[in-house]
């Protein structure tokens, strides 16, 4: 057997193979610097220059404080919106260009053969809190006998890890259980486990599978109780692992399931554009140094048990004790213990459920934000590579950006007040170019998203047709600047709170479609509205003229409340459905594994 070969089917990576190379030895350590040189050019450069014209504007007249609160609120607020800018760009590129994306983005899934058996012993994990377990059963039924059907079903090991803590759910988890057991057998390879306290949340859930079963399995394949992956992606992802023992987490590229709600509906379909181009970049420059997202990926066990073991973060309050958002953490964690960490940019099979409306949106990502608010305790753990310090600082800045981007709207209405004048006019020509290049710098990702599905010949077909994309993106386009500063609104409310001790719990999510009543959103969506209002009525009053620039951020706001009853309809849902708009590919065309899902769940 050649080297090469050995190398293929990763016996080893040999010492002058691996020098100078990423852990896997599949791209060169110079390269991907180079790459990360560029791209931190390309966002420094942008990033000067936006705050260079910004700055100039706010001196027109005179520098004030309220200026240079302003200027600070900017800076903290437009990272964000550049790096997303030059991700896709670059994505685009790199798919469409003259280059060949899967050699010079991820070149470790090409030592992986389509029919390789499976050798590895593979643990699939679902965990569970509080979740509807029948529609949870379902998924893993439909996977284990479509992997069964593959003929690799001897290798893997099916385990239900709950934190149920409501009897009533525990006991339906159980029978559910047990009725799946008895019809496959004993000797299947399925367990169940409940916990009696939920210590250290999904991350704890998992810690306790690694120390009871860790070491019978070299693999496992992270589920979520809203995760579904059909075979065919489950075996090319355990196949790249198996061909590359370096690897140490394979992210897969996670996309919406078909929904009734409306809200996950819409929502899912600008991210389904919106994440190809945007993926693709950052995978480019990112490189070994990739995220994990907690669900859908597969792990390399032994190291995973061994080096990302997470801290518990000492004192008290809202950014102390465990680690709610894990994932990021434990893929840093992997990297620094000399495993490569990936995102494999390919759609296929890898499913997952959004929010069906905007209350359970903004609860999931208040957990995150607290969850991301902890990195910073974290930033400065010993040995970790300067792309995962990156990684980490980038995760928090997500949500210290919508902060200063609700700053910034405060701070700009406040400007009304500003008695300083200029000798000369306002120039107003560059002030409208800096927001038309903001704007569009914002739209870039789904762009580019759009401009990929075009250019791929039959991929419009996919989507329902040219007339049902451009609906669909047109309604999406709409949803998002209404959506943008309700949530953002939200994270700085949260943001505050946490100043003060203000917390979250982990709890169940809420995944069916279902209306919204009036009085539950004007419960939760009342500060938007209220802040909104006196956006408003200080504009009209002292600033009229900035009505037309305000008016996206006035009308979200405003109309927080009915925005969100709208989008929860399932009226709303079944009319977008009958029109094929915002439609995706899986909905258009399922696939056999949806069809295998969709009757595993009529059959619970």
């Known amino acids: ?73 900017f800076c903290l607020s437009t990272p964000w919106t550049i790096l997303g800018f030059w991700n896709a760009l670059i994505g685009l590129w790199l798919v469409h260009g003259p280059g060949d994306a899967r050699r010079s983005v991820y070149p470790y899934a090409g030592r992986a053969s389509d029919d390789a058996p499976i050798t590895s012993r593979v643990a699939m994990v679902m965990t569970l809190r509080n979740e509807d377990p029948a529609r949870a059963f379902a998924r893993l039924r439909a996977m284990e006998g479509e992997i069964a059907a593959s003929g690799a079903g001897a290798r893997f090991a099916w385990f239900v890890l709950s934190d149920t803590t409501q009897p009533e759910i525990a006991a339906e988890e159980e029978a559910l259980f047990a009725a799946w057991q008895a019809e496959r057998g004993e000797g299947a390879g399925m367990h169940y486990r409940r916990r009696s306290e939920n210590s250290g949340f999904k991350a704890g859930n998992i810690r306790d599978f690694l120390d009871r079963w860790g070491d019978e399995h070299e693999l496992m394949l992270v589920l979520d109780a809203d995760s579904f992956l059909g075979a065919s992606a489950t075996l090319r992802l355990i196949r790249i692992m198996q061909a590359n023992p370096r690897l140490g987490i394979l992210q897969s590229l996670v996309v919406g399931l078909p929904s009734p709600s409306p809200f996950a509906r819409i929502f899912q379909f600008g991210m389904r554009h919106g994440m190809r181009s945007y993926t693709m970049g950052a995978s480019w420059w990112a490189g ?29 309050g809202p950014l102390s004790g465990h680690i709610l958002s894990h994932d990021q953490i434990e893929a840093v964690l992997m990297r620094r213990a000399g495993y490569e960490v990936r995102v494999l940019p390919e759609e296929m099979d890898s499913f997952e459920e959004n929010p069906p409306h905007l209350t359970e949106f903004t609860r999931r990502d208040l957990r995150w934000c607290q969850g991301n608010m902890q990195y910073w305790r974290l930033i400065a753990l010993p040995g970790l590579r300067p792309m995962s310090r990156f990684q980490i600082a980038w995760a928090m800045l997500m949500y210290v950006g919508a902060v200063a981007w609700m700053a910034f709207i405060a701070l700009a209405a406040l400007k009304v007040f500003d008695t300083e004048r200029a000798d000369g006019p306002f120039p107003a020509a560059l002030g409208l170019t800096l927001f038309a290049t903001m704007f569009a710098m914002s739209l870039a990702p789904k762009v580019a998203g759009l401009l990929d599905i075009v250019l791929r010949a039959g991929e419009r077909a996919r989507y329902g047709g040219t007339g049902r994309l451009v609906g669909g993106a047109l309604s999406e386009f709409v949803f998002s600047v209404l959506l943008g500063p ?103 065309s399922p696939t056999g594994s949806l069809l295998a899902l969709d009757a595993a769940q009529r059959a619970m």
């Open 486 to 588: 309700v949530v953002a609104f939200r994270i700085a409310l949260f943001m505050i709170g946490l100043a003060f001790g203000r917390t979250v719990t982990w709890e169940a999510q809420s995944r069916d479609a279902e209306r919204l009543s009036w009085r539950t959103a004007l419960a939760g969506l009342w500060p938007q509205f209220l802040f909104g209002g006196l956006l408003a009525g200080l504009l009209t009053a002292f600033a009229p003229g900035t009505l037309p620039w305000a008016l996206p951020v006035l009308v979200a706001l405003l109309g927080a409340v009915p925005f969100a009853v709208l989008t929860a309809e399932p009226a709303l849902g079944r009319w977008l459905s009958r029109r094929g708009l915002c439609a995706t590919p899986e909905e258009v």
């Open 1 to 73: 057997m050649s080297l090469d070969e050995k190398v293929a089917e990763g016996r080893f990576i040999p010492a002058e193979r691996a020098e100078g190379r990423t852990p896997t030895g599949v791209q060169s350590l110079r390269q991907l610097f180079r790459r990360r040189a560029l791209v931190f050019t390309l966002i420094g450069a942008t990033y000067a220059g936006l705050v260079a014209l910004f700055a100039h504007l706010l001196g027109h007249g005179g520098f004030t404080v309220l200026d240079g609160f302003l200027l600070a609120a």
């Open 288 to 316: 070994d140094c990739g995220p994990y997202w907690g669900h859908n990926a597969v792990i390399r066990i032994a190291p995973f048990k061994a080096h990302c073991h997470l801290p518990v973060l000492s004192g008290t």
